[in-house]
């Protein structure tokens, strides 16, 4: 996870947005992932963003920029279950290796 | 369509000894990839088997090692189990044609 960098922990409300951005490493990138993870369970897959701009589904964005190493993930009308981990990831070129970053616990206040 | 196995789901073992962990992939998924997770570190890749192969290592010691069958099964052994080996295994297998990975429950290992 070195090459990747989010905030440890966030906290936000119920209904409201919020945003964790992520910077990683640009040499050798070819591709960001991220994925969401409840304490206790598996990280399943929520975006894998290879060219610049946003990408919407349903609640959830994320934005890539290519050029300054940063992407984001956006949560909208935030519900408790959102409570969760995100971990960004970083897909390398040169071998095909996925790196994750260590990881923001987000978490939703009533 | 089942997801990802791994089994056991918990383990506790002895510093020294070693043990094997088993991850089934999703029929079709010829992709299987392991990690480490701990609160420290984070998830950290492992190795990544296609076809039978080892395609990618991560930094880990000699100590770890795993292997792939014919059915896309793999398994993950550590030897001369440490303390800080104590964490949670995770496997992930995918489609040859893209990046997308789908977890497994995990494997929680404590060494004592």
């Known amino acids: 996870g070195q090459n990747i960098d989010q905030p440890t922990e966030m906290t936000a409300t119920e209904g409201a947005i919020v945003q964790i951005n992520c910077t990683y490493q640009?040499?050798?990138?070819?591709?960001l992932f991220w994925y969401q993870q409840h304490a206790g369970e598996a990280p399943t897959f929520l975006s894998y963003?290879?060219?610049?701009g946003l990408e919407e589904k349903g609640r959830f964005s994320s934005f890539l920029s290519r050029s300054k190493g940063y992407s984001y993930l956006l949560l909208k009308e935030l519900q408790m279950k959102d409570s969760a981990s995100y971990l960004c990831a970083e897909l390398m070129n040169r071998d095909d290796k996925i790196i994750f970053g260590k990881g923001t616990r987000l978490h939703i206040l009533p | 369509k089942a997801g990802v196995t791994q089994t056991p789901r918990y383990l506790i073992k002895t510093r020294g000894q070693q043990v094997t962990l088993s991850c089934s992939p999703i029929s079709g998924h010829r992709s299987v990839s392991w990690y480490q997770q701990t609160p420290g570190q984070g998830l950290q890749f492992l190795f990544e088997?296609?076809?039978?192969?080892?395609?990618n290592k991560g930094n880990f010691p000699g100590r770890f090692s795993g292997r792939q069958f014919s059915n896309s099964r793999s398994e993950m052994n550590v030897s001369t189990l440490e303390l800080g080996d104590s964490a949670l295994y995770l496997c992930?297998?995918?489609?040859?044609?893209?990046?997308?990975?789908?977890f497994g429950p995990g494997t929680r290992l404590t060494v004592t």
């Open positions: 640009t040499s050798g990138f070819n591709g």
């Open positions: 963003n290879v060219l610049d």
């Open positions: 992930a297998s995918r489609l040859a044609t893209n990046y997308e990975q789908y």
């Open positions: 088997y296609f076809s039978e192969t080892q395609r």
